[in-house]
C-alpha cells in the first residue's frame, strides 16, 4: 500500500464518550470543527503530547543565520515501567522495578527531496532521560534545549552534505524522506499491574530446578515485564499514544563436556503481558527440559563435516528463517560520502535479495507475507502486532514472496531506489539519520503442506538416495543468541576464514538421523555459510506451523538483551527440509574443567 494514497489510509480517532471511529484520510477533511477540537483537546489533556505539541508550534520557526528551517521536526517519547527479576539455583539475584521515560526527537531541514540525513556526517544522537513528572515546563525545557541542539548540529550536517554533493559528478536523486499522511490515534494507557512477589517466587523455584543437575555449572531464570505508553506528534500532524507491552521468560544452561567443550541450551517465552506467560507447570517442564538436554549435551558426540539434506523442525525452521529474513527482506541505502573516502556505507552488506526482485527466491508453492494486524495465529499470541510503526505510519500487510517470486521489501519513510514511500515497518532507530524496517508477523505457508512424519520419510529416502551414513535435524538455533564472547570470536574466525560469508546461528539441538529413523544428538556443529539465497533449495514443508516469537534488535544474528533499542517479532513457520547444506566441526580452543568439584547443592546433614 502506498502512504501517498490519501484514500486508503485509514485513520482512528478516539474520542471521550464514544467508541473509535475509522477514518479515511479523505473523511477527516469533512470532520466537524466540533469533533477536530474535541480531539484536539484530548490530546492536550496529556501533559506529554501538550508539551509536543506546544514546542512543535514554536519550534516550526526556528532559524539561524538565515539558514534552513526545520521542515520537519517529530517528538516521541517512550514511557516504561518495568519489573525484572532474575535467579539462579533457587537464590534471587536482583529484583528491581523502575520508571523511566526515553524521549525520541528528530529534526530535518532542508526538504523532503534534500535534508540534513543520509550522510556520513548524520551522526546518531542519544538524548538523555525525559521528566517521569508530568511537570509541563520540564518537559517543554527538555524538549526545547535538545531540539535547538540537533537543529544547530542539523545544520553543519546540511552544509558539509551540499559540499560533498558538489563533488560528485552524478549523485543519486532519491529523495531523502517520504511524506506520511497525517494519522490521529489515541488509545487509553493505564498503570502497570505486575504481581513481583508473585513472580519473584516462580522464577526462584524455576531456577531451583537446576540444583538437581549438578553438570549445569551455569544457569539463570529472567523475568522482565515492560509496560509502556508511545506518544508521537510531529509537524505533518501526526498524534499517537498507544500503550506497549512486552513481558519475557527466559531460562538458560550452560555446561562443560569432558573435553572442555562449552555448550548451552535456552527457550524463551515471549508475550505481551503476565497473564499471557504459560503457567507455573509448563514453565516447571521447560526449566527440567533445558537442564535435561544440558546434561545431554555434556556427553553427545562431536559432530563431523556434514554436506547433505537437513531437516529443520518447527521451532528450528522459524528461528531459521527469522536469522535469514531479517537483513533479505529490507534494503539498505549507502549514505552520502565525499568521493574517495572511507565511506562507512561501503561495509554495509547488502540485502542477498537486492537485485532480485520479481525472480524465484523461493519454491513456487512458497508465499511468505508481513501481517502486523494479526493478533493470535491459532490461540497464539503473536508478538509481532502492532498498529502504527514507530514513524506513526499505520501498520500494512506486505506480501513479500509470492509463489516463489519477490514481489517487494520492507520500508520505513527513506526512499530507497524506487521504492519511495514506507509500508508501515519502521520500528527501529537505524544509521545516518533513518529508520530501519523490522518484521510484524512474518509468516511462511507452504501449498502444498505434508504431515512431520513424512518430512522425516522424505529426510531419509534422500539419504538412502544419496548414500549418506544419516541425515541431520535441527530442533534449536540459538536465536536468539546467547552465546558467549568466545564463541561469538570463533564466529567471527570461520566467517573471516570463509571470505565473510554469511551464516545463521548456530544449532543447539541437532541430531544425526540414520537410515533406520534412530536419531542421536550431537555437539560442535556450525553452519559453514547460508543465506536467504539458499531458501530456493527448500524441498518440502510440514503442515504444522510453528510461532517463534522473539525481541528483535534488528541484526540478522540477533544477540539476546543486546542493543537498547529493540521491538517484537514473530514467525510463524512449519517444517522445513532443505536440500543441502554444509555444516563444519566448531574449531576453537576448548575450555579447561574446573579442578575443584562445585559445593553440594543440597543441605548437608
Known amino acids: 500500500m502506498n502512504t501517498r494514497t490519501a484514500a486508503a489510509i485509514s485513520l ?6 464514544c467508541s ?87 529534526v530535518r531541514i532542508g526538504d523532503y527531496k534534500f535534508d540534513n540525513t543520509n550522510s556520513v556526517y548524520t551522526g546518531t544522537t542519544r538524548l538523555g532521560l525525559f521528566p517521569v513528572d508530568d511537570d509541563y515546563q520540564a518537559m517543554r525545557t527538555d524538549l526545547w534545549l535538545s531540539t535547538d541542539a540537533l537543529y544547530k548540529a542539523a545544520t553543519d550536517q546540511i552544509t558539509r552534505k551540499r559540499t560533498v554533493l558538489r563533488e560528485i559528478a552524478e549523485p543519486e536523486k532519491t529523495p531523502d524522506f517520504s511524506p506520511a499522511t497525517p494519522l490521529r490515534l489515541l488509545q487509553p494507557v493505564s498503570p502497570m499491574v505486575f504481581d513481583q512477589q508473585h513472580w519473584q517466587d516462580i522464577v526462584r523455584q524455576l531456577s531451583a530446578r537446576f540444583a538437581a543437575h549438578p553438570a549445569v555449572l551455569n544457569s539463570r531464570v529472567y523475568l522482565r ?33 569432558p573435553d572442555g567443550d562449552r555448550v548451552w541450551d535456552h527457550q524463551f517465552f515471549t508475550v505481551f503481558r503476565p497473564s499471557q506467560l504459560p503457567k507455573q507447570q509448563e514453565l516447571t517442564k521447560a526449566a527440567d527440559a533445558i537442564a535435561e538436554e544440558t546434561e545431554a549435551l555434556t556427553k553427545a558426540p562431536l559432530a563431523d563435516d556434514y554436506s547433505g539434506p537437513v531437516l529443520f523442525e518447527q521451532e528450528a525452521a522459524a528461528e531459521l528463517m527469522a536469522s535469514a529474513l531479517t537483513d533479505a527482506i529490507r534494503l539498505q541505502r549507502k549514505p552520502l560520502a565525499p568521493p574517495g573516502a572511507n565511506n562507512p556505507g561501503s561495509q554495509m552488506i547488502e540485502s542477498v535479495w537486492a537485485a532480485r526482485l520479481g525472480s524465484n527466491v523461493a519454491p513456487d508453492w512458497l508465499t511468505i507475507t508481513d501481517s502486523p494486524e494479526e493478533k493470535e495465529f491459532h490461540g497464539t499470541v503473536l508478538a509481532g502486532h502492532y498498529q502504527v ?28 531506489g524506487q521504492f519511495a514511500a514506507s509500508n508501515g515497518h519502521g520500528r527501529l532507530p537505524g544509521g545516518w539519520g533513518t529508520e530501519a524496517a523490522v518484521i510484524g508477523n512474518l509468516f511462511v505457508h507452504a501449498d502444498h503442506p505434508v504431515t512431520e512424519a513424512q518430512l522425516k520419510a522424505k529426510l531419509l529416502e534422500k539419504v538412502k538416495t544419496a548414500g549418506l551414513k544419516y541425515g541431520v535435524m535441527v530442533r534449536r538455533l540459538d536465536f536468539p543468541s546467547t552465546a558467549s564472547f568466545p564463541e561469538l570470536q570463533s564466529i567471527a574466525r570461520q566467517l573471516q576464514k570463509n571470505g565473510y560469508a554469511r551464516t545463521i546461528n548456530v544449532p543447539l539441538l541437532a541430531y544425526r538421523v540414520y537410515p533406520d529413523g534412530r536419531e542421536e544428538l550431537v555437539r560442535g556443529w556450525r553452519f559453514s555459510e547460508f543465506s536467504a539465497k539458499d531458501l530456493r533449495d527448500i ?13 528483535n534488535n534488528g541484526s540478522s544474528f540477533d544477540l539476546a538483551n543486546a542493543g537498547s533499542d529493540a521491538t517484537t517479532s514473530s514467525v510463524i513457520c512449519p517444517s522445513l527440509l532443505l536440500d543441502s547444506i554444509d555444516l563444519r566441526r566448531a574449531e576453537e580452543e576448548n575450555s579447561k574443567l574446573p579442578i575443584v568439584p562445585p559445593p553440594a547443592l543440597t543441605p548437608q546433614q
Open 12 to 17: 482512528v480517532i478516539t474520542l471521550a464518550g
Open 20 to 106: 473509535a471511529w475509522l477514518l479515511s484520510a479523505a473523511d477527516v477533511k469533512t470532520l466537524s470543527n466540533a469533533a477536530a477540537d474535541k480531539l484536539l483537546a484530548q490530546a492536550r489533556n496529556d501533559a506529554q503530547l501538550r508539551a509536543m505539541l506546544d514546542e512543535l508550534a514554536r519550534s516550526k520557526t526556528l532559524q539561524l543565520n538565515n539558514l534552513d528551517k526545520p521542515y520537519f521536526i517529530q517528538y516521541s517519547t517512550g514511557d516504561a515501567d518495568e519489573a525484572s527479576i532474575t535467579a539462579s539455583l533457587g537464590g534471587v539475584l536482583n529484583s528491581n522495578r523502575v520508571h523511566l521515560r526515553h524521549p525520541g526527537i528528530e
Open 225 to 257: 515485564s515492560i509496560s509502556s505508553a508511545y506518544r508521537l506528534a510531529n509537524t505533518e500532524g501526526t498524534i499517537v499514544r498507544i500503550p506497549e507491552e512486552l513481558s519475557e521468560i527466559e531460562i538458560a544452561s550452560s555446561a562443560l563436556a
Open 389 to 416: 510503526d514507530d514513524e506513526g505510519v499505520p501498520a500494512q500487510q506486505v506480501t513479500l514472496v509470492d509463489k516463489g517470486v519477490l514481489k517487494t521489501f520492507l520500508f520505513s519513510r527513506e526512499p530507497i
Open 539 to 551: 524441498d518440502a514443508a510440514s503442515d504444522r506451523p510453528y510461532v517463534l516469537n522473539y525481541i
